[in-house]
């Protein structure tokens, strides 16, 4: 035997399988999962690929301790972006395997059911298999707060109707599916939001065969839910994105709820300061500049979190803000007032006119300030 051929290794063979986990902030629950994975999957090749967003307590610096210790175990780093929908996205398109799945780090989901997630989508000859919290008897309030439980039901119900869906729980944080099945439709999903299953299935539009498996939702043992208003926002952008054929953006209808929500703000302010003793145009002029700055540090904490400005660029955004949104008023005003001198009713006019001066906003915001 020569030299050469003494010195070579033998090559691992390729996983058939890759967990996708997102994280943030699940240091404490990262080494419990990888023990059930690696019991529920015993005689399998799998590689589990951790995506964290920049986890403040070392979630990522502990992935990649664990990478040194399994070569089966690995961790995509991500910064300055946020969001699950993304992170899985990143993590299937970053694997080699014939098959993906996506569970949560938070124990919730669970591992045992991978081992017959991958021999139903063998056996069967689908293109996904969906951890469903509803087939058969079980109830996707286990494991939930009451609060959580209703907002899942409720949230479920609504995105079968709204996307025709027809899948049990098309909200489900856990699935598995071939690579081949998710290729073709990674270009058109969006990589905000959390619910990444529902994109995938009405992106679809029924073109997936689908099989389902029943389990019990656990509840949390360690860290804290990453459910908020901002969750619900993008949820509900997800499914007006997908019923306009995307002709909506998915953080449009978060971007516009800001800019209602300044409504009141201005009026606020204007009230105030009416009160302190300046006269209406001076008022005015200081509520819709009051409204505006609320409107702007709104948005860039919440609809462009995952691009949020700091310091010194927060303040040339501001400012870029101001002029967009100045802007965006004059549009507004003048549509409007064309439209009501040509005999169009006033509450039509001043409506259009203000749906124009959102879309010019929040088109040059994501263009020039939160742009990727």
């Not at 210790?69 to 300055?80: A, L, N, S």
């Not at 098959?99 to 991958?118: C, E, K, N, P, S």
């Not at 802007?327 to 003048?334: E, F, K, L, T």
Request: charged share 20%; with cysteine.
């Amino acid at each position: 035997m020569t030299d050469d051929a003494t010195q070579q290794t033998a090559s691992p063979a390729a996983p058939e399988l890759a967990l996708i986990v997102p994280t943030f902030n699940e240091r404490g629950n990262l080494r419990a999962l990888v023990a059930q994975i690696e019991a529920a999957l015993a005689g399998r090749r799998w590689e589990l690929i951790f995506v964290d967003d920049s986890s403040p307590d070392g979630t990522a610096s502990l992935a990649r301790q664990l990478g040194r210790e399994d070569p089966r175990i690995r961790c995509i780093h991500r910064i300055g972006r946020r969001g699950l929908a993304g992170a899985c996205i990143e993590g299937f398109l970053a694997t080699s395997a014939p098959v993906i799945a996506v569970m949560d780090a938070d124990l919730q989901h669970d591992a045992t059911l991978l081992g017959r997630m991958l021999e139903t989508l063998d056996a069967k000859g689908v293109d996904l298999v969906v951890a469903s919290r509803y087939s058969g008897s079980r109830s996707a309030t286990e494991g939930f707060s009451p609060f959580r439980g209703l907002a899942s039901r409720f949230s479920t119900v609504m995105a079968r109707i709204a996307t025709g869906v027809t899948v049990s729980d098309p909200m489900s944080g856990f699935f598995m599916m071939r690579r081949q099945a998710f290729e073709p439709l990674a270009p058109h999903l969006a990589s905000e939001g959390f619910k990444i299953l529902l994109d995938i299935l009405a992106t679809a539009r029924g073109r997936l065969k689908v099989e389902e498996v029943t389990y019990t939702f656990s509840a949390r043992s360690d860290g804290a839910s990453k459910f908020d208003v901002q969750n619900i926002l993008d949820f509900l952008g997800l499914i007006v994105s997908k019923v306009s054929g995307g002709l909506v953006p998915v953080r449009f209808l978060s971007f516009a709820v800001i800019g209602a929500a300044g409504i009141v703000v201005h009026l606020a302010a204007l009230m105030t300061m009416k009160r302190g003793g300046l006269d209406f145009g001076e008022a005015q002029a200081g509520a819709t500049l009051v409204a505006m700055t609320s409107n702007f540090f709104l948005n860039n904490a919440t609809t462009y979190r995952d691009r949020r400005l700091k310091g010194f660029a927060a303040l040339k955004g501001l400012v870029a803000f101001y002029v967009i949104c100045g802007i965006g008023a004059v549009s507004n005003i003048a549509v409007a007032n064309l439209l009501y001198e040509n005999a169009w009713r006033w509450i039509v006019a001043g409506f259009i006119g203000a749906v124009i001066g959102a879309v010019w906003n929040f088109t040059l915001s994501s263009q020039l300030l939160w742009r990727k």
